[in-house]
């Protein structure tokens, strides 16, 4: 081995051959031969277990640089590579050290509380911010099992899951305080739980449900008499001529008003309440189904080509006055935005996974890719004007999602200008 114009290993072998040589020479003189080499090799033997326990010594001291044995040959190559490595070493630590000081100074400054948990969900490090939310003292429960600390079912069920998923929860020494808690799976034996209050957030939309649905009941009364009122003046027939198409306009702002107002109040009847299992019952979605598209053909002004695909057989599980909405309103926007004549195929299957589907498809002129993620918005429209002029009040895909989401399925919607679209509803 060379390095440095050194030749180390040539060392060694020159020192052995100086020793061997030794024993020759001594041999020689001697007369005895094999007794004086193996005398001069035991002697080198014996100086490489000290050249080695020097080694030793001077490692079990901590390898300092000032306490390096003094060597020559391979042994002075020795050291030095354990210094280097050494040397490489700390300053790896140090990276190391420096980069976990400086995450743990981001973690420990974030507002969300963090919580390090191993694979047994006992606690390895948590930031100040989860003693101010949930309650933990890192000196006191490291090493304790989260759940033992949060004996909330939700947070449970979650850490049980293991889950990349965010729920909401209520603290059991402040119902008033309201969390979003997010398990983040990092590595097999090692998760990080994120939490941060909410509160406010859920106290405005709370206040934005009880405005929208106290605004909707008290307008209803009023636009009750007004519609009353209209009809009456509609079946004067004294009603002036210039008068006529002014009272049937306002006449059918305010059905559509009314209209918003009944889809107002269902999906805040809808936000503010779960599902009630008194009111489940096994479903023929099949007959469900028949009955609506008959009933939506039978007021359809435009004819179109409904071809339905339905298994009789599949039943579901759910409250029927909801799932019938859900279906009306699919079916009813299949052919309330679809020229006449277009194709609409409804169908009741399994997938391939199993699974109960509701899908709608028709062969319209499709939704540009842009609008598909806002569809299910209150008030959003594709098409402002063309859903006035269907009447449309912009909150029916909004109801869809709601009931969907309260039985346990997931909307799915899918769309392609010139193609048409497929809305399905996956149990």
């Known amino acids: 081995m060379k390095n440095n114009g050194h030749d180390y290993w040539g060392v060694e072998r020159w020192r052995l051959i100086l020793i061997v040589m030794a024993g020759l020479l001594l041999g020689w003189m001697t007369g005895f031969w094999q007794t004086c080499i193996i005398l001069s090799l035991t002697s080198y033997i014996i100086w490489l277990l000290y050249k080695l326990n020097q080694l030793h010594n001077w490692l079990e001291k901590g390898g300092k640089a000032q306490d390096i044995p003094d060597n020559d040959g391979i042994w002075e190559r020795i050291t030095y590579h354990i210094q280097s490595t050494k040397k490489k070493s700390n300053v790896r630590k140090q990276r190391m050290s420096n980069l976990l000081k400086r995450f743990q100074g981001i973690i420990t400054s974030l507002p969300y509380a963090t919580v390090v948990l191993n694979a047994n969900n006992e606690i390895d490090w948590a930031n100040k911010a989860s003693m101010e939310l949930l309650g933990i003292q890192l000196r006191i429960d490291r090493g304790q099992r989260l759940e033992n600390l949060l004996r909330i079912p939700k947070i449970q069920?979650?850490?049980?899951?293991?889950?990349?998923?965010?729920?909401?929860?209520?603290?059991?020494?402040?119902?008033?305080?309201?969390?979003?808690?997010?398990?983040?799976?990092?590595?097999?034996?090692?998760?990080?739980?994120?939490?941060?209050?909410?509160?406010?957030?859920?106290?405005?939309?709370?206040?934005?449900?009880?405005?929208?649905?106290?605004?909707?009941?008290?307008?209803r009364t009023p636009l009750t008499v007004i519609a009353g009122y209209l009809e009456i003046m509609q079946a004067d027939e004294g009603l002036p001529e210039n008068l006529k198409a002014a009272v049937l306009a306002a006449s059918g702002q305010s059905a559509r008003m009314q209209?918003?107002?009944?889809?107002?109040?269902?999906?805040?009847?809808?936000?503010?309440?779960?599902?009630?299992?008194?009111?489940?019952?096994?479903?023929?979605?099949?007959?469900?189904?028949?009955?609506?598209?008959?009933?939506?053909?039978?007021?359809?002004?435009?004819?179109?080509?409904?071809?339905l695909d339905l298994d009789e057989n599949l039943s579901i599980k759910g409250i029927e006055s909801e799932l019938a909405s859900v279906c009306t309103n699919l079916i009813h926007n299949a052919i309330r935005y679809t020229p006449e004549n277009t194709e609409i195929i409804i169908s009741w299957n399994k997938n391939k996974e199993g699974n109960a589907v509701f899908s709608v498809e028709?062969?319209?002129?499709?939704?540009?890719?842009?609008?598909?993620?806002?569809?299910?918005?209150?008030?959003?429209?594709?098409?402002?004007?063309?859903?006035?002029?269907?009447?449309?009040?912009?909150?029916?895909?909004?109801?869809?999602?709601?009931?969907?989401?309260?039985?346990?399925?997931?909307?799915?919607?899918?769309s392609e200008i010139g193609k048409g679209s497929i809305f399905s509803v996956v149990f």
């Open 157 to 219: 069920k979650l850490l049980a899951m293991n889950e990349q998923k965010e729920i909401e929860v209520s603290m059991l020494y402040d119902k008033q305080t309201k969390l979003a808690i997010q398990l983040i799976p990092i590595q097999k034996n090692l998760k990080l739980l994120i939490a941060r209050d909410i509160s406010e957030r859920v106290s405005l939309q709370e206040m934005r449900k009880n405005f929208i649905a106290n605004a909707s009941h008290e307008l």
């Open 259 to 307: 209209s918003i107002i009944e889809d107002l109040l269902t999906l805040s009847r809808l936000e503010n309440s779960e599902l009630d299992a008194n009111k489940i019952d096994t479903i023929n979605m099949a007959k469900l189904i028949q009955t609506i598209t008959n009933n939506e053909t039978s007021i359809d002004k435009y004819p179109h080509i409904i071809k």
């Open 362 to 414: 028709d062969k319209g002129s499709g939704i540009a890719e842009e609008h598909l993620s806002r569809l299910t918005e209150r008030f959003y429209r594709v098409d402002k004007g063309r859903s006035q002029d269907t009447g449309g009040t912009g909150l029916g895909l909004a109801i869809v999602q709601h009931i969907v989401n309260r039985h346990k399925g997931r909307l799915e919607i899918k």
